[in-house]
């Protein structure tokens, strides 16, 4: 009895299809046995996938090893459960199809090692680490079911690859078939299968017998029709051979019942081979002239006479007799013993013949080996070799690319292949070439078939930006995607040479397949709108993501498709950060909403753990935004649901992303917590984050990781600060300095803006921290703030990063003497530029708080650290530059003005006024004038020359007196704001870092 199971997409019988063998462990089947199916089966008909009956049943070793021999690919779902448990999957499966379990060799009897292709697919995300420390996957690469990755190449994609570089489709399948000069059946008892199978391997090793395949029953299953079956195969065949053994005299055996009448009756030559001695009495009297042709397969010779009788001699194949190297036929033979197709496996011979084919001319050849190495199928793993494979067939294809439709679509899988064996090896900047030189290649293409150049142009570009963005080169990454999008907006103008056949199978450019089209385009909207976010481009960022999100939510509503539900969430998210860069307040709630309804239809399966995960960050988004809104009922209440989803998700699964996705989750807890005053509860969530972001540091080299427990320890830092209940600042300052290493580690080799915010964020929290405790330290890292800020103003120029610098400048003058004067001369320039961009009241207000500073004397103003302290601000950035800003040049570290300028940005001259300046001038003339008025009114009712009250009550009624009195304290307040505004400006200490 088999102890496989099988399923199939249509069809009664895996017989003549391609054997996969889903393999995990037991626990998981249920989760997972229907997705990779359905996923497989998207990509491949022709195959059947095969899985145990009983996972934890009784089992003999020796049948189960057989039956899995025949197996072209091993598919494994990846968990935590796999990789830390004991299963059979792990323990004997796995390592058998990767070559480190032996069988005995049927006809040697010697050890042999299988090697057949293993698929692994990540189903819980991050588990790298654990996966690549796990026996036996050393160095397998895998497929990350949910997770994005540098190269930008999905996961459908990524499974097609595969599977067209393992798996014989059913076109090849055919030509395969018609490449074998003879056919043998091959009959024998079920229970004789390993027998069978040696004597099968035993014909093939005569040389005349290489293109002849054999056809066995044994995947025939019930329900079938058994006799139809075996009398399609009869007709088709030139030899029928009977393995000779003694169950062959049981009586009442299919063989005898069914198969040999049936043989007889055909008058096709019949070849007995006593497999096992036999009686050969008993032999005869149960099968009529069995004894004519009867042949010893332990007799030398004999086996090989009875096949030249059989084949040769009576059914009239003398052409078995003179090999044919004609390369076409080497290649398609050899994917027969590669795939066991009419054959058995044979990857020694299939590799002779398949370097044959391509030392012939036959380049797809070189594709397949290279496939093989780079797999495991059939052979070692040997991803040098299939480089060099994968090499040798782009040196023959290129000079004819544009000239076989197949071939090139070949060429880019090539080009892809080698591409993703680099990216895997970290090797960024091989792959970056690799996909150049692709990328190259298609842009010289004047005529292609149907729209390859259309869609295969924009991709390189695509693949060529995600490789920079992970280099950490963002600029180079937009430029790409730029190009991108352009090629998809106006798809370059080829000369169509599809056939007549081609055109009618849609492969016109602009007809071809409508919905991908636009996915595509969304994508790469999508993507460059992404960068430019990052890059602070937030003018192309609102235009590209705008159009990405408009495409996504139509391409959703004309198909219900999880995956593009999950982007249509991440569309919204990013829609919603565009609009919080902007200040667009009115706008980042909707989209935060629409992005959560987005997951709403795929998390109500509780086992989508991507989805749940998605959910948990864009509520925490959500409420993080609710909080600095000031709504801080509503922001808690998000918070709470993403904290008890998040706990709840981790104890299911306690992989390194999920655990991040709790930690960052309790840090946005305690930052919520300590603004509604509960210290207690805000200490004990940060207490949280740090200890789960440490052990994640311990256990991974991921430099995200690194950055959250920077991001950790300063928010327990500030909850430690004199500003809480706590007022532990030398405890504080220890963790910010502990921060500091981190984020300067994190930002030493890395090319990205993000990494310099980090830095800002540090010193100033540094800055804020040492105000209360040492003038001097606190001097020092405002200054290091300060450079920071100025490199990021510009690099970036937006006015977010123009005031931030102001105010950088404005928290150094503040504390110093020396540089007051400069420092706020600077610190007003950068604010107004600022305000003129953007409007921000926040700004005004700035602006409004330093025009009334500047007025006063600087003997007035007391200062931490009075006159005399130091000579410049070049004085200062000189003393603790530390080599961090080496190649630049500080003239007063300013980029708008030197000492004696005046306050107008660049070309705006020493003392011209905007427009903004003479209205918040005049409003506070205003003001002023008001409140003289008013009290010359007041003074007038005090002495009775005027009854200004009686006229108040005459003209506004009873209630007159009383907006006398509001207007009074108006006037009032409205003068005297600005400068209590000012001094609380000088308390302010604390950044935010969330």
């Known amino acids: 009895m088999s102890l496989l199971k099988y399923r199939l997409k249509s069809g009664k019988s895996p017989q003549g299809r391609q054997k996969i063998y889903f393999c995990c462990h037991p626990d998981d089947f249920d989760l997972y046995f229907d997705q990779v199916c359905d996923d497989i089966f998207s990509k491949e008909e022709n195959c059947a996938i095969y899985y145990e009956a009983d996972p934890r049943g009784r089992y003999d070793r020796g049948d189960l090893l057989f039956q899995l021999g025949e197996m072209q690919l091993f598919v494994v779902p990846i968990t935590r459960r796999l990789l830390t448990q004991p299963s059979r999957a792990l323990d004997l499966e796995l390592p ?60 459908g994609e990524k499974l097609t690859k595969f599977l067209r570089s393992v798996i014989v489709s059913g076109e090849d399948d055919e030509k395969i078939r018609s490449e074998f000069k003879a056919d043998i059946f091959l009959s024998y008892r079920k229970i004789d299968r390993a027998v069978a199978r040696r004597l099968m391997e035993h014909i093939h090793r005569n040389d005349f017998c290489r293109d002849v395949s054999i056809w066995y029953d044994e995947y025939l299953v019930p329900g079938e029709s058994w006799a139809e079956a075996i009398n399609n195969e009869l007709d088709a065949s030139d030899l029928f051979v009977l393995n000779v053994t ?90 027969a013993y590669k795939n066991s197709v009419g054959v058995e496996t044979n990857s020694d011979r299939a590799v002779r013949l398949l370097e044959d084919a391509g030392k012939r001319g036959w380049r797809r050849a070189y594709l397949t080996l290279g496939g093989m190495y780079e797999h495991g199928d059939g052979v070692e793993r040997d991803e040098d070799r299939a480089i060099q ?46 996909y150049a030189e692709l990328n190259k290649l298609i842009d010289a293409m004047t005529s292609c078939f149907g729209s390859f150049k259309q869609i295969n142009l924009p991709t390189s ?185 998040a706990e709840a998700l981790t104890e299911r699964d306690q992989r390194p992303k999920m655990m991040n996705l709790l930690s960052t989750t309790y840090g946005r807890r305690a930052t919520i917590e ?37 991001i950790a320890y300063e928010r327990l830092a500030k909850l430690l600060s004199k500003s809480t209940r706590y007022g532990d600042d030398e405890l504080a300052i220890t963790y910010l300095l502990k921060d500091l290493e981190i984020t300067k580690e994190h930002a030493k ?83 107004e530029r600022a305000y003129r961009e953007s409007r921000s009241p926040e700004i005004k207000q700035m602006i409004k708080n330093l025009r009334e500073l500047m007025k006063l004397d600087v003997n007035d103003i007391e200062f931490p650290l009075g006159p005399g302290y130091c000579g410049s601000l070049n004085e200062l950035a000189s003393q603790w530059l530390g080599g961090e800003w080496p190649d630049r040049d500080y003239e007063d570290i300013s980029p708008f003005m030197g000492p004696t300028q005046g306050g107008g940005a660049p070309g705006d001259g020493d003392t011209s006024t905007t427009d903004d300046e003479m209205l918040s001038t005049g409003a506070g003339c205003m003001q002023l004038l008001m409140l003289m008025v008013i009290g010359i009114c007041g003074i007038l009712q005090w002495t009775g020359l005027v009854d200004i009250k009686g006229f108040m009550l005459d003209k506004l009624g009873p209630q007159g007196p009383t907006i006398f009195a509001v207007a009074l304290f108006a006037a009032f307040a409205s003068t005297c704001v600005p400068w209590w505004r000012l001094g609380k400006k000088s308390d302010q200490d604390e950044g935010a870092s969330d």
């Open 461 to 645: 570009y695509e693949r060529l930006g995600f490789i920079k963005r992970a280099m950490g080169e963002p600029a180079a990454a937009q430029d790409y995607f730029s190009k991108a999008l352009q090629a998809r907006l106006n798809p370059p103008i080829t000369t169509n040479i599809a056939t007549a056949e081609d055109a009618a199978q849609g492969e016109d450019a602009a007809a071809y397949n409508e919905f991908h089209t636009t996915m595509g385009l969304a994508v790469s909207l999508y993507s460059l709108g992404e960068i430019c976010l990052q890059n602070r481009d937030l003018k192309q960022a609102e235009e590209h993501l705008t159009k990405a999100n408009q495409l996504f939510a139509e391409l959703a509503q004309e198909k219900d498709d999880r995956d593009l539900q999950l982007d249509l969430n991440k569309s919204y998210t990013r829609m919603a950060q565009l609009k919080e860069a902007q200040g667009d307040r009115r706008h980042v709630v909707e989209y935060y909403t629409k992005a959560l309804e987005a997951l709403e239809p795929i998390c109500k399966n509780e086992g989508d753990i991507e989805a749940r995960s998605m959910r948990v960050v864009t509520t925490a988004f959500l409420s993080g935004w609710y909080r600095d809104s000031g709504n801080l009922r509503k922001a808690y209440e998000l918070i709470c649901d993403a904290t008890d989803e």
């Open 749 to 831: 080799d890395r090319n990205d803006l993000q990494a310099q915010r980090d830095l800002s964020v540090c010193y100033d929290a540094l800055y804020n921290a040492y105000l209360r405790v040492n003038y001097g330290s606190a001097l020092m890292y405002g200054v290091k703030g300060l450079l920071v800020s100025y490199y990021l103003a510009e690099k970036i120029g937006q006015p977010k990063e123009l005031y931030e610098l102001g105010i950088s400048y404005y928290d150094v003058g503040r504390i110093c003497a020396d540089v007051f004067e400069v420092c706020f001369k600077n610190a007003l320039a950068l604010c």
């Open 674 to 710: 300590k603004l509604m005053g509960n210290f207690d509860a805000a200490r004990s969530f940060c207490e949280k984050e740090i200890k789960i972001t440490e052990q994640l540091v311990k256990e991974s080299e991921d430099a995200e990781y690194k950055r959250n427990l920077a």
């Open 246 to 335: 003694p169950k062959l005299l049981e009586e009442g055996n299919f063989v005898w019942r069914e198969e040999y009448p049936t043989a007889l009756n055909s008058g096709k030559p019949i070849l007995p081979v006593m497999t096992e001695e036999t009686d050969e009495a008993e032999l005869s009297a149960m099968y009529d002239h069995i004894e004519e042709q009867l042949v010893r397969e332990s007799v030398p010779g004999e086996l090989e006479e009875g096949l030249i009788w059989g084949l040769v001699r009576t059914a009239g194949k003398e052409e078995l007799l003179t090999p044919d190297d004609d390369s076409a036929h080497l290649y398609y033979i050899g994917l």
């Open 96 to 155: 058998f199809a990767l070559g480190k379990v032996a069988v005995k060799d049927a006809l040697t009897g010697k050890d042999v090692f299988r090697h057949i292709a293993v698929l692994p697919i990540l189903f819980e995300g991050d588990l790298v680490d654990l996966f690549n420390e796990t026996e036996p996957f050393d160095g397998i690469q895998f497929l990350d079911k949910y997770n994005e990755d540098s190269t930008a190449i999905s996961y």
């Open 389 to 434: 494979y994968y090499r040798d067939f782009i040196r023959l294809q290129t000079p004819d690319f544009g000239t076989s439709k197949q071939g090139d679509l070949d060429l880019v899988l090539a080009y892809d292949a080698i591409g993703m064996i680099y990216v895997n090896r970290s090797r960024l900047a091989d792959a970056f070439d690799n």
